[in-house]
């Protein structure tokens, strides 16, 4: 622990600090880069050194110098430099978790390192690529391209490229659950990295160790691993190694229940993270605060990082972006077929040369036994000797002219096998070109929808500010009712629910609606709705439930329904009016009950089946309901987006029975105890879901 405090010391005041030999290297190639404005290999060198030791300290500099390099390259037509600069870029691309444009850059390194038979290179994008393979949950496809690099580092008896990939293996066996193999690879790395004296490879591999141990929940151990890690990350300014070593601690002091440390650690891996912009580490983080705050019991912080949590993952893992690296994978695929073509032509060569010299051969021997065989002879029947050795002779030619058809009906065979493989590898060349191409077009559009979705979220956030400015504020609903609590949880950032009261005197007036559609649809309708209640509540000052709800009901009919705009539905709406004179709850509902509690029993004042606006109703008036208000009687009203959330262990809508029980359930406690109980149930019942959200879901409790 006096360890642990005497890091943390540290990491507060010098976290930000260079090691003195970093630093030294850094300060030269600075002045190498001011000093020297000659564009020329000397700055595009410099150039690439620089954007690649400060990549885990400053990833925009980082990106900003390899950027300066590769226009540079260019412009010096140094082309096999950018097999180095590619995957160099790949690692930044990666490290932020956009996949896709990782993919595309070792992909180039691999092609040029190729082209340029740069063995170095070829080894590191074959291991970038398998470990993209892996993030994205294909870690078996992901060690064929690891094994590849692992040879190719071995014959050029590169240690320190065969530690990295030990680290890649390791990671890629662990996520297959074979844990043996994934100890044996990271104990391997550690073993070359130690010798090497490399600290910041170092320090990935005690990590890499740590986790192992900690899935054994060997914690102790562990937890040494884990703070040396820390230590050189640290000296090293290495801020993806300090985020990896501080959540991995902090994953320890969760899972020992040291629940306070784990809080502040994370807090401080969080920061860094979010600071260098990886997205993984990020998404890591608040995985874990979601677990410290489920096991304290505190639901609202645990659905809160669970929240964030997704969001990251949806936009990491999107259908497009799974998409790309599927096509990865299709292209190499292809390139494997293509490259087992060509050595199958090559050894039906080989096949075909050997049996000439085979066949070859055998005349010779033929011939030459026969010479032997005649001048060693010296019997006296010549003629007869000499018939037989004509036929015998007739007979080994005859035996030859067989295997020359033999021959020649295994070249037509070859030559047809040629054929076929030529005509193979030209589908795949046209396969190839027409996938370059695709996956071209793919790249253009899918940029141009990321600036579109990027300017849509921004007016979607902005709506989202402006429909909260028209909700009812906390305060506002404190001044009208005694005890309160709200839930409003939109399904796609703005919402098609909404809730609205107002002060009418002696009189208090509550509603939930829940409009048409959800998203941007569905905000729309909210708009219209609130306008409509201002209207009819404020201007015409009518304050009895059903009628508010007949005059809104028809004000829909008159603006959605014409001629032109023939939508079927308008919105479901509860309304509560609270008379202060008579101490009597007057309620009218379309689609939205009211739920009441009193003497411990549960009871519900039903709503008209059908929408406030939908143009089927039947000429059949709003019912009025109304109930004597009893001290301490509690009202609910909810859109029925919490009823129909799937989840639980078959996966099925939350359902209104299981709604119903829940409210009678909570009755035992406070206005707040009630809604925190009703959020974790809510948390736990999404969280083993298989579907996201699948509607907007309000809340309104009260007590009068």
């Not at 892996?134 to 690891?146: A, Q, S, V, Y």
């Given at each position: 622990m006096m360890r642990l405090a005497f890091i943390l010391y540290i990491f507060i005041f010098l976290s930000f600090n260079l090691s003195a030999q970093s630093k030294k290297t850094l300060d030269s190639l600075n002045h190498l880069l001011i000093t020297h404005t000659q564009k020329d290999s000397i700055q595009l060198y410099a150039l690439i050194e620089y954007a690649w030791l400060v990549r885990n300290s400053n990833i925009s500099q980082s990106f900003e110098y390899s950027q300066k390099a590769l226009y540079l390259a260019r412009e010096l037509k140094n082309e096999a430099i950018l097999a180095k600069l590619h995957n160099q870029r790949g690692v930044y691309y990666r490290n932020i978790s956009d996949y896709p444009e990782a993919e595309r850059r070792f992909s180039e390194a691999l092609e040029i390192a190729e082209k340029y038979n740069n063995k170095l290179e070829m080894a590191y994008a074959n291991n970038n690529?398998?470990?993209?393979?892996?993030?994205?949950?294909?870690?078996?496809?992901?060690?064929?391209?690891?094994?590849?690099a692992k040879d190719i580092f071995i014959s050029l008896k590169d240690k320190k490229g065969e530690a990295y990939t030990y680290i890649r293996l390791s990671e890629a066996y662990q996520k297959l659950k074979k844990y043996k193999e994934s100890y044996d690879y990271a104990e391997k790395s550690l073993v070359i990295r130690r010798n090497l004296k490399t600290q910041t490879d170092i320090s990935a591999s005690l990590n890499r160790i740590g986790d192992l141990l900690a899935i054994q929940e060997k914690y102790k151990e562990s937890l040494e691993y884990y703070e040396e890690a820390l230590d050189l990350a640290m000296k090293n300014n290495d801020a993806t190694g300090k985020v990896a070593s501080l959540q991995d601690i902090g994953k320890v002091y969760l899972r020992t229940k040291r629940f306070s440390e784990a809080d502040s650690i994370l807090r401080f891996a969080l920061n860094i993270a979010i600071q260098i912009g990886n997205r993984e580490q990020e998404s890591n983080i608040y995985e874990f605060f979601t677990e410290l705050y489920e096991r304290q019991n505190i639901t609202e912080q645990a659905y809160h990082f669970y929240k964030k949590r997704q969001e990251i993952k949806d936009s990491v893992f999107s259908n497009q972006r799974m998409l790309q690296i599927s096509q990865m994978r299709v292209r190499y695929d292809l390139k494997d077929k293509d490259l087992q073509n060509k050595a199958l032509q090559v050894q039906l060569e080989k096949e075909q040369f050997m049996r000439i010299i085979g066949f070859s051969f055998l005349i010779v021997v033929a011939?030459?036994?026969?010479?032997?065989?005649?001048?060693?002879?010296?019997?006296?029947?010549?003629?007869?000797?000499?018939?037989?050795?004509?036929?015998?002779?007739?007979?080994?030619?005859?035996?030859?002219?067989?295997?020359?058809?033999?021959?020649?009906?295994?070249?037509?065979?070859?030559?047809?096998?040629n054929e076929e493989i030529n005509t193979t590898l030209e589908s795949l060349e046209q396969a190839n070109k027409a996938i370059s191409q695709k996956n071209h077009e793919i790249e253009i559009r899918n940029k141009e929808i990321e600036l579109k979705n990027r300017d849509l979220l921004h007016s979607i956030d902005y709506a989202l500010t402006i429909q909260q400015a028209i909700l009812p504020t906390t305060e506002q609903l404190s001044t009208l009712v005694k005890e309160h609590f709200i839930i409003w949880e939109p399904r796609d950032i703005i919402s098609g629910d909404f809730y609205w009261v107002a002060d009418k005197g002696s009189k208090i007036i509550l509603v939930v609606a829940d409009c048409t559609g959800h998203g941007v649809p569905g905000a729309l309708m909210s708009m219209m709705g609130n306008n409509l209640l201002n209207s009819v509540i404020h201007d015409k000052e009518i304050h009895q439930p059903d009628l508010i709800l007949e005059h809104i009901h028809q004000d829909l009919l008159e603006n959605l329904h014409t001629e032109q705009t023939k939508i079927i539905n308008g919105m479901d709406i509860g309304i509560c009016v609270y008379d202060k004179n008579t101490s009597v709850m007057h309620f009218s509902g379309a689609g939205i009950p009211l739920y009441y509690i009193s003497d411990n029993q549960l009871h519900t004042l039903e709503p008209a089946k059908t929408s406030a606006g939908n143009p089927h109703k039947v000429d059949e008036k709003f019912e009025l309901h109304s109930v004597a208000v009893q001290p301490n009687m509690n009202f609910y009203m909810a859109s029925d987006g919490y009823k129909d959330q799937f989840?639980?262990?078959d996966n099925k809508k939350f359902g209104t029975k299981q709604f119903k029980q829940m409210l009678v359930d909570i009755q035992a406690f406070d206005i707040q105890t009630q809604h925190n109980t009703m959020l974790r149930n809510l948390y736990l019942w999404k969280r083993s879901s298989f579907d996201d959200q699948t509607d907007d879901i309000t809340v309104l409790g009260f007590r009068i």
């Open positions: 690529l398998g470990d993209l393979l892996r993030l994205t949950n294909n870690p078996t496809e992901g060690i064929k391209f690891m094994e590849r011939i030459g036994g026969f010479w032997i065989y005649r001048n060693s002879v010296k019997l006296k029947k010549v003629n007869e000797e000499l018939e037989k050795k004509n036929e015998e002779i007739n007979t080994t030619l005859e035996s030859l002219g067989q295997a020359n058809k033999a021959i020649s009906q295994k070249n037509h065979e070859l030559e047809k096998k989840g639980g262990p």
